[in-house]
């Protein structure tokens, strides 16, 4: 059991109850092939944002721990009065430079201890759903992929003899989004 997506399962089912397995085959074949073209559409279109946010990250956390002390030393040196955002930025800078890993630290066991919640309670996942679908750029694009995975995968079982109410039960376990399975 869990060998096989269910989709595939329930799809080859109902090629066998309705005389057409082949055809269910060739349809799970194009299907997973659909799937796959999508999923690496979608890495390679989030790749380059990313590794851009990370750098700009890098480069920002460099910034404020190495190069902006450096400027407030010098400036504190010569006792200059400085503007209120000037005094802020290295106030900033030196919390980042104090206690910036103990911010990552806590960042990082905040993340750990979500990815347990997310794994054990149904209610944290579909929180965490709802909030990714708010996200700008990321919510909508992320909500019409999983509608596209949701009217593929319902009429790639419909249309092999899948009954509707049992086709979209199944169709709600393969979304991607406990929540709108939920729905």
């Keep these: 059991a869990g060998l096989f997506p269910p989709e595939l399962v329930q799809l080859i089912r109902a090629g066998e109850q309705g005389g057409s397995l082949p055809e269910a085959f060739h349809q799970a074949r194009h299907h997973f092939e659909w799937q796959d073209r999508v999923s690496a559409e979608v890495q390679q279109a989030t790749l380059y944002p990313l590794l851009v946010l990370l750098v700009t990250g890098l480069f920002v956390g460099v910034l404020f721990t190495l190069v902006v002390p450096k400027f407030a030393g010098l400036l504190d040196a010569v006792k200059v009065p400085l503007p209120a955002p000037t005094r802020w930025v290295f106030g900033i800078s030196g ?42 750029v990321v919510g909508p694009f992320t909500r019409l992929l999983v509608m596209t995975r949701f009217a593929h995968n319902l009429g790639l079982l419909y249309r092999n003899g899948l009954a509707l109410p049992t086709a979209l039960e199944l169709v709600s376990g393969v979304l991607g989004s406990p929540w709108l399975a939920g729905i």
Excluded: E, Q
Aim: net charge positive; charged share 25%; with cysteine.
């Design 95 to 136: 919390f980042a430079r104090d206690s910036g890993w103990k911010l990552m630290a806590a960042f990082g066991v905040g993340g750990l201890i979500a990815m347990g919640w997310r794994r054990r309670s149904l209610v944290f996942r579909c929180w965490l759903d709802r909030c990714r679908f708010r996200i700008p």
